[in-house]
């Protein structure tokens, strides 16, 4: 059964930091490619930012590029998400959503629960 | 960036109804859609990928259709279960984007 499990959300100031974690199992991590969607509280789904299965590819919707970082460890099974100069419209739940294909391209099959994180002062 | 329309944005409807859900893309995305239900406080499930094919264990009432910009989410005979928002989303190419929501209610 795939299992993707998000971690740590939480409160931060404008202009903190926060790291994101996504622990996956129940497939194998090493072949398929990641990406983070985040949900504003009420409103809908937005595309955060993608990695390839090996990491040679990444790409960031505009409005965190440069601020974001994503990054996976193969050996542990975890993508993460290091969100810096934080600001309060990246309120919202983040998602870690698995890519249905080894390709770079395609739809998101299996999502994790979600964490919470709240920019504010 | 290609945008993503769908319409309604809320639609109301009655157990056993027929209902159909509208996304239209800003440029053609050949079949790249998915089709998604989301409920409160869970993750969007996905229901349908390639513009129709239905992802295992989403019963049949579900299916979708179109290609190039206008695609469709038909629900046939509404169930209780049912009534959530509905998201469509491309993934022809980054940065992949999402319709803004089609909530289903009673």
């Known amino acids: 059964e795939v299992q993707l499990l998000e971690s740590g959300g939480g409160l931060a100031q404008p202009g903190g930091s926060l790291r994101l974690s996504c622990a996956a199992s129940?497939?194998?991590?090493?072949?398929?490619?990641m990406t983070w969607v985040r949900q504003a509280p009420g409103k809908g789904l937005e595309w955060v930012s993608f990695?390839?299965?090996?990491?040679?590819?990444?790409y960031y919707i505009d409005s965190v590029k440069g601020r974001f970082t994503v990054s996976r460890d193969n050996s542990e099974n975890t993508v993460y998400l290091q969100m810096s100069s934080l600001r309060a419209e990246d309120t919202a739940v983040y998602y870690c959503?698995?890519?249905?294909?080894?390709?770079?391209?395609?739809?998101?099959?299996?999502w994790g629960q979600g964490t919470l994180v709240t920019v504010s002062s | 960036d290609i945008q993503m329309t769908q319409s309604p944005s809320t639609l109301s409807a009655s157990v056993g109804d027929r209902v159909t859900i509208t996304c239209r893309a800003s440029q053609t995305i050949s079949r790249s859609l998915a089709w998604y239900q989301q409920k409160p406080g869970r993750p969007p499930k996905l229901l349908i990928y390639k513009a129709s094919n239905l992802e295992s264990g989403v019963p049949s009432r579900f299916s979708g259709g179109g290609s190039g910009t206008e695609f469709t989410l038909t629900i046939n005979s509404l169930q209780p279960d049912d009534f959530a928002t509905y998201y469509c989303q491309h993934y022809i190419g980054y940065p992949y984007t999402f319709g803004q929501g089609t909530k289903l209610d009673i």
């Open positions: 990695i390839s299965a090996n990491s040679a590819v990444i």
């Open positions: 959503a698995k890519v249905s294909t080894t390709a770079i391209k395609g739809y998101l099959d299996y």
């Open positions: 129940g497939f194998t991590f090493v072949s398929y490619a």
